[in-house]
């Protein structure tokens, strides 16, 4: 069976640090992997997609990674800010249609 | 920048009832999915929807729901007969590539409650 997990399922940091957010998946054969932000109550905002044949992506102050062997991914936040509060989604694309969605990691950034 | 609309962002309904959600896509996007996600849970497939008709379906899409692009710029979910347990917030997607390894954008979302 498919399963995508997320570690930490919550994280508060002090603000300014880097941190680093962790998504598992069970099955190595993916298309992609999406990570998104969700702020409560609100809708899913695409930060990161990763093909299956890219390593890396970057975005501002995000950088997602991909290693499809270990069945891993990472998305790294340098220099948090207190606006980066919210959950953190990995979604997984395998050979059909649907994402297969972690649970998320809840992070918060303190002043 | 183009973006997924949905309405209504809230929707309160008794048992029973019907229910339509609406979307509108990105214009140009080829492919169009439907997720929901209850609350305190983790985001389903529901549906997706390819060259006007239904590319795949979850277990969770009965024969309660279906989807609809009736004018070439909605994409409606319906569900017939609204049961307590279809409470959540349901998501539009779309994306845009031929060969479906595209990027996915999300709606904000429209909350269902049955009461």
């Known amino acids: 069976k498919q399963e995508v997990t997320q570690i930490p399922a919550a994280l508060s940091v002090p603000e300014g640090e880097n941190l680093v957010l962790n998504c598992s998946f069970t099955d190595s054969a993916i298309y992609n992997l999406q990570w998104f932000r969700q702020d409560p109550g609100k809708g899913l905002t695409s930060l990161l997609l990763i093909q299956s044949s890219q390593r890396e992506q970057t975005s501002g102050r995000l950088n997602a990674s991909l290693d499809k062997s270990s069945g891993r991914s990472t998305l790294y936040i340098a220099a948090s800010q207190p606006g980066d509060s919210a959950t953190y989604l990995c979604a997984v694309r395998y050979s059909n249609y649907q994402l297969i969605w972690g649970a998320g990691t809840k992070l918060i950034i303190k002043p | 920048e183009p973006e997924v609309t949905q309405t209504p962002s809230h929707q309160v309904t008794q048992m029973g009832q019907e229910v339509i959600l609406r979307c509108v896509p990105i214009?140009?996007?080829?492919?169009f999915y439907w997720y929901r996600q209850i609350l305190g849970q983790k985001v389903e497939f529901l549906v997706s929807f390819y060259n006007n008709e239904i590319s795949e379906k979850s277990e969770i899409f009965d024969d309660q729901f279906s989807v609809e692009r009736p004018d070439g710029s909605n994409f409606t979910l319906k569900i017939r007969s609204t049961k307590l347990e279809d409470s959540a917030m349901y998501f539009c997607a779309s994306s845009g590539l031929a060969d479906n390894t595209g990027e996915l954008f999300f709606g904000e979302g429209s909350r269902l409650t049955v009461l």
């Open positions: 214009s140009n996007h080829l492919y």
